[in-house]
DNA sequence: ATTTATAGCTGACTAAAGTCAGGCAAATGA
DNA sequence: TCATTTGCCTGACTTTAGTCAGCTATAAAT
């Protein structure tokens, strides 16, 4: 092979190295150093405790202050006190300064958009840039317990109904389907939780409570571009946990043939397949998985 | 849609900002700071000249100048002047420089090799990879005469067998086609060009001479990563000025009809449907198209 | 043979980033 | 309650990056 793995690796570090570079360079055109752009904009995403900021941005203790101070001047920020701990401060924008930090946000989706207008093939982009950026913060997915009417469950929700659209021979319509009420899936009863990777939802997975004596495993899903990574396994672990806790001994949940490699996951951590205990149109198997009590 | 195309690009940027970050500060552990790294490793590259340097780095001559008087004291460089023009002065590695940069360049690798091996889909990643440097460097992709023999030509060539093979129903064998002798697709009776994306080869286009009164266009590919960015028009463009010199006034190519995008280029760029023209067995469409001469 | 332009260098600066020791006030723990 | 820790701050630095005017040598143009 005349161009290698490595090389083409290379020439995309090349690449965004000039990207960052240049969006930096735009940033500068605001008439402010670098580094107390940096700071606003961590404040203009929510960062505002300067503890926070000072691991976010990996800044020195003083060299922030300095900066933080810098910002005073300019009245684009206030620094106050924390309420509940006298020593740490929390800084916040004045008007002016979330003018600036929507200037610096206009800035930075100029350059986004001018690169969507780029390539013609803009979901191709867009799905090279998710696969990216999911691989590079492979490290930092976190799994949160969220309500499942929450955005993020809803954005994994609706990419699961899409998926199975496409992979069942028939299709697929929720309403059809078992659709578990929310709430069967929020404490007391259930559970339910999402990856997220910088904010990005990339999986999802319910624990709904029942009244026959054990609950189950649904809407386990993980993005396309994070598959490969064990998030499922991740998922399904923060499930067990949940379910324990809850005193569930046992888990059951439904798949479908069409859904192979959910199968052989499921197989292959502690399932057993047992017949068919629903009339749901849609699964073709059936698996349960006794859970162990939470002191044993 | 709860998840925006810009707030996916800047999640890709937050990712790759961090991992540019993370690659300078690797670099730091070296005990050099960026700036002489920097220049270490264009040298390694083979910019040579400090002129080169200079526009490739995008540094001030007099900060240029210190720089290198730092490597040069480290004994990791030498300067001398050049043969044909006095005032030029070109750089060389020394032994303890060409060690240094080679560990720069193991770190590079390292990380490379650390990336590819975090996703269980190699193939996706570079694929998405290659799009993305495609895309953010569209800008500067130039078009090289080079021969068909030479080893970016080689690399469009077989990717050019494999789609058609790919594409065609009854597959591609280049040896059952006319594969054009590479004699005739350079100077003086024909030539050849490749796209290139920072030394990567996107695309190729053949101008083969013959002694029918005609020449032909052979072997136009993009790769994928790159359609849509008007590269075919603009290696055809290179192609028939180059015709234009050596003279000859009418161009010839056949095409298959599997090849739909194509055939819909040439015609809307000039070119109209002939008779078969010659016996190969692939082509099922053949076009030709007249052009001006050199004074016109 | 001059004049002019070019390539690179040096000196003298400034700005930005980063380091580190110490200080103070609030919180925590024995 | 009092020593200790924590969170943030200030002062006094250093290093790195970057700018700019002017210098010298070579080369090119007239």
Not at 283 to 292: D, I, L, N, R
């Amino acid at each position: 092979m005349t161009i290698s793995d490595i090389s083409r690796i290379r020439r995309f570090n090349r690449a965004v190295t000039r990207e960052v570079g240049a969006l930096d360079h735009s940033f500068l055109g605001r008439g402010r150093p670098l580094g107390a752009a940096r700071v606003l904009n961590a404040i203009g995403q929510g960062i505002d405790e300067v503890g926070a900021l000072r691991a976010n941005l990996g800044l020195d203790s003083g060299l922030l202050s300095r900066l933080l101070r810098g910002l005073e001047g300019e009245v684009l920020i206030t620094l106050a006190r924390d309420d509940a701990d006298g020593r740490r401060r929390r800084a916040r924008l004045t008007p002016a300064g979330q003018a600036e930090f929507e200037a610096y946000e206009t800035l930075s989706d100029t350059r986004a958009t001018d690169l969507l207008a780029a390539h013609p093939n803009t979901s191709a982009l867009l799905t090279a840039m998710d696969l990216i950026a999911t691989t590079l913060g492979r490290e930092e997915i976190e799994i949160a317990e969220t309500d499942p009417r929450a955005e993020a469950a809803i954005h994994c929700l609706e990419a699961y109904y899409a998926e199975l659209a496409a992979r069942f021979d028939g299709g697929f319509d929720v309403s059809l389907s078992c659709d578990p009420e929310a709430a069967s899936m929020t404490a007391p009863r259930g559970a339910f939780f999402v990856a997220l990777s910088d904010g990005m939802p990339l999986g999802c997975v319910g624990l709904k409570g029942t009244d026959l004596g054990y609950a189950e495993i649904k809407r386990l899903w993980v993005a396309p571009s994070a598959r490969g990574l064990g998030l499922a396994r991740k998922l399904m672990t923060r499930a067990e946990a949940a379910a324990q806790k809850l005193g569930i001994t046992t888990l059951r949940l439904d798949t479908n043939a069409a859904l192979t490699e959910a199968q052989a996951f499921y197989r292959n951590s502690g399932w057993h397949e047992i017949p068919r205990y629903n009339d749901d149109p849609y699964p073709t198997h059936f698996f349960e998985k006794a859970v162990a009590a939470p002191g044993a």
